[in-house]
């Protein structure tokens, strides 16, 4: 029987209708641009609007008020949750898609990209998707293949590209944040992780929030039905996040949890999942935003039968919580934790497009965005905060991850190595004995051993 597989150079990607700030782009910048000129927000909004009307039907305010009326349109900012994306696959440039509105069509799109990923698709076989391969075939995007053999992943964790994790035990398997055919990597497929493999691991998927680089939809759809999903509880759709567990249930996932924080943990095979929660990278540190509006988030404390470990993601402080409260919480119900794994950057204020393109600007109060330009606050935990937590845990190794993608047995960037030296530098100071493992992409590492076991 002949099989068909994504070409080695197709990436796959979903987008979702709601609020689009690269189609106001201009408009922002020029507000923002008029703001650091000293101009008061009534006239930087006029003048802006007057030269990119184009730009403006996203936003909503009155000419005779506009700094104390401006904002998204509401129906942006508290959007009705609906099922519906444009599937694009992409390759070298040429674009092959559908728009997707119904939950049958959403089931034979993700037959196909499952099929296709794993290399398991075949025109032999009966189904609403053998339109849509015999189309993708015609033009270069699957082409026919054998299945190639791949190697399994060992017990341990294993860094894979950016915010993605696996944890693997020997009966189960865990994957953190998946981005598989993905459009953020540059790499060859030959030359980055097997699909096949990955897929094959995901007996469970943790997702820690909806920015696009942790809640990759395309990926998310080539998983079995059977998987397990962990996701953040998300109470209303809104600018800032999208109820990721709606979203899965009406892609036909069968087994899709989103549990509060604290509560009781989660049984993946032998790996209980701990849900912990996300403070940080929200709009602002110093002060609450518009009403409602939160980037709800999880992070998650991972038990195996040989370790256990926190994963802070891209955690910080904000103006109630933080995150060096969360750990004295882990302190008391877990004791030491073997592992610590976190981003270490710095994630600021510096333009209105900071993190998320804009929608964190947009989140702002009209009294914010006039004094955004001068602002310069830090949402993420940074290597201070991370050697806070890591000696409040005791814990014994820190790793790094979700610095971007590379090669395999690389870093991710030059970058990489002077947080570690700065994390070093804090650890110090706390007198902290956590040992940080510089590992490259690919790394796996046995918190049990405390050591890195291969690239």
Known sequence: MERLAFADDVRVQALVPGFDPHRAQRFILAIHQALSQRIGLDR?????????????????????CPAETFGPRPDLLFPEHRA???????????????????????????????????GDGSLEQDGPWQPLARQLL??????????????????????????????RTERSSVILDPHIHSTYSKLAVEDDFSAAALLDASDGVLISHSHEDHWYLASLMMMSSTTQFVVPHVPRTTLLSPDMGRWLADL????????????????????????????GEQPLVSEAWRPDLRSWGNTYLIETPDFRMWVLIDSGNEPTHSMAEVAEYVRRRFGPVDLVASNLRHFATFSPFYIAGGHYWAALTAEQIATFPTRNEV?????????????????RHYIPYAHWWGRIGHPPEQEERELLADLQIELDRFGSACKIHDWPIG?????????????
Request: a positive charge.
């Open 252 to 279: 036909g996932f069968e087994h899709v949890r989103t549990p509060a924080w604290y509560s009781e943990p989660l049984a993946i095979g032998d790996i209980l999942v701990h849900t912990l929660p996300f403070y």
């Open 84 to 118: 519906a994306a444009n599937i694009l696959c992409n390759r070298r440039g040429e674009l092959a898609g559908w728009s997707v509105t119904e939950k049958d069509a959403f089931a034979t799109i993700r037959a196909l990209l499952r099929g296709a990923a794993l």
């Open 443 to 455: 790394g796996h590492f046995s918190p049990t051993l405390g050591k890195q076991l291969r690239t």
């Open 379 to 395: 949402v993420t935990l940074g290597p201070h905060g991370v050697a806070e937590i890591c000696q409040i845990v005791g814990a």
């Open 44 to 64: 930087a909004i006029l003048d802006a609007a007057a030269r990119y009307p184009e730009e403006i039907h996203q936003f909503t305010f009155d000419p005779a």
């Open 138 to 167: 015609q033009r270069g995007f699957v082409r026919p293949t054998k299945r190639r053999p791949h190697q399994g992943f060992e017990p341990g964790i294993h860094r894979l590209q950016h915010a993605s994790l696996l944890v």
